[in-house]
């Protein structure tokens, strides 16, 4: 198993580096360079981390002491090592859910507090309100910070910054949080399908393979005339947020940067336009697909264990669920758009790292943001994967080559983060659910025109606003 940095940057050669470091290595084995941080005696100094009560944070995060549970222990581990070299008692809050991180925030630093030497946050919500108020310090002026280590995610600080500036970042110490699609391998078989596995590693895991697929499974198993839950499908998913992911495996952004370094709006174009029509036929020409609504009561959801659905989209820490599955499945990434397309491509649902700009100590934050993420590779990142990913749910070594695809190939979107939840940008991102999967609509130009200029005016917002922002 290669132990990914799940936010490495340019991730075929990190994938790569790594691969070929751990191939022959146990966890307990591996080891990776050392950062160039001295010990240090800060003499007990508070390190507070602070963080909403979402997502991975409530079970992969935070250990008070050790259980025996092999996650719980790595984390425990990685946090004593980190205080015993700098002397430091690191100590977390949580205000509540997400909504509660920029008020928590705000209020500190208003007030001219170091309340906080880090901030965890959710990976929309708030995110450029902090920035443009002037509550989050610029992580280039963070000392002893390693940009270059295998750790820390270089490709953020193009996707993110802005004038130079970076006010989030990941590092190893950040797990992603990507979705991928499970296949019953049974049915594969059976319908002589090929192997899905040498499809991603030939590079033609594509949207329009998974069509092909998809469409050679179904029936009408109870005879009844109509294609319900209890039917069989070729994919089973939830029509709601995970179905976003199809685009930015079709490395299709919200936004990029113009010729003058600008941010603008990339939501209409000829590759847009061709993934709503591939993805209406998927979901809606044939009954190969069957769509549950989001909060949907469990009778009305169809999973891979039911054995009655060859292709299921699910955020990959959700594995868990199907620990006793009787299903042989497997792991894949999220298609790519076309052979053509050089990497599978994972957005990352997970949080993102700030500091607010009233922290004093900033050596002390380097060191311990440091220190935190370079041990992450040697504790939790193994755990994670070993625990709760491959010990447990993926049942192949091919699986975890695919775990090792998706892990090393997220990505993060400055519309997505910045204005996934602005009006005029809220409609355009969640376009496939919402026009696509639920709509049933490929009426993409209209979507488009309804939002465009609120969405323009958004980006100019935070253009003008960051001008005057440390």
Known sequence: MAFLCVSCAEPDEQATDIVEETESASAEETTYPRPDIPKTDFGGEKFVILYPGWGLYNDYFFAEEQTGEQMNDAIYKRTVNVEEYLSIDIDTFTPGYIEKIMPAVKASVLGGLDDYQLVLTHCIQDLSNMMISGYLLDWNKVPHINWDAMYWNQTIKDTLSIY???????????????????FNKQMVEEYNLGNPYALVKEGKWTLDRLNEMAQAVSGDLDGDGKYTVEDLYGLAAEADWMLISFMYGCDQLMVKRDETGEYVLDMYNDKMLSITEKLYNLFHNGNQTYLWSYGAPEDNILRINSGRVLFNIIPIHTCKIYRQSEVDFGILPFPKYDEAQEKYITLDWGGLMCIPTTAVNLDLIGMTN??????????TIPAYYDVLLTGKFARDEESVDMLNIIYSSVVYDYGMNYCGFEGGFNPLFYMIPQLIAQGKSTDLSSLYSRNEKTAHKVLERISEKMKDVP
């Not at 970076?166 to 950040?174: D, T, W």
């Open 164 to 182: 130079g500036r970076l006010y989030y970042a990941a590092s190893s110490y950040m797990i992603a949080d990507p979705n991928g699609f499970l």
């Open 370 to 379: 440091e220190l935190l993420a370079y041990e992450s590779l040697s504790t």
